[in-house]
């Protein structure tokens, strides 16, 4: 059974910056590749970066692109989402997910109901 645990979630103001970390708890985790998605009231969750299972290629949803930067550590089963100059539409609930598609789909992992608690950030202006 794969559990998550995402956390470095805050309240920050407009500008500022914050470090999310994701461990999976999964034997061959250098495997998965590694997608942070995030959910605001109201809508669904959705994609905001993916990290391939080497490390060596990344995406990034356009409305985080140049502010955002993902990351992983396979000795400590973790991937990191640094999240910089944020503002109010980076609002939200952020979750992360462990995934054999690249770029990340979530399709297993959302079909397993496997979703952590996610880890709130908060943006004000």
């Known amino acids: 059974e794969v559990q998550v645990a995402e956390s470095g979630g805050g309240l920050v103001e407009a500008g500022g910056s914050l470090r999310l970390s994701c461990v999976v708890s999964i034997s061959n985790f250098d495997e998965y590749g590694v997608g942070w998605w995030r959910q605001t009231t109201g809508n669904e969750r959705e994609g905001v970066s993916c990290i391939k299972w080497g490390g060596t290629s990344t995406t990034y949803a356009d409305s985080v692109k140049g502010r955002f930067t993902i990351t992983r550590d396979n000795a400590k089963n973790t991937a990191y989402l640094q999240m910089n100059d944020l503002n109010t539409e980076d609002t939200g609930t952020y979750y992360c997910?462990?995934?054999?598609?690249?770029?990340?789909?979530?399709?297993?992992?959302?079909?397993?109901?496997?979703w952590g608690k996610g880890t709130v950030v908060n943006v004000s202006s």
């Open positions: 997910a462990p995934d054999l598609s690249f770029p990340c789909t979530a399709r297993r992992f959302d079909a397993l109901g496997a």
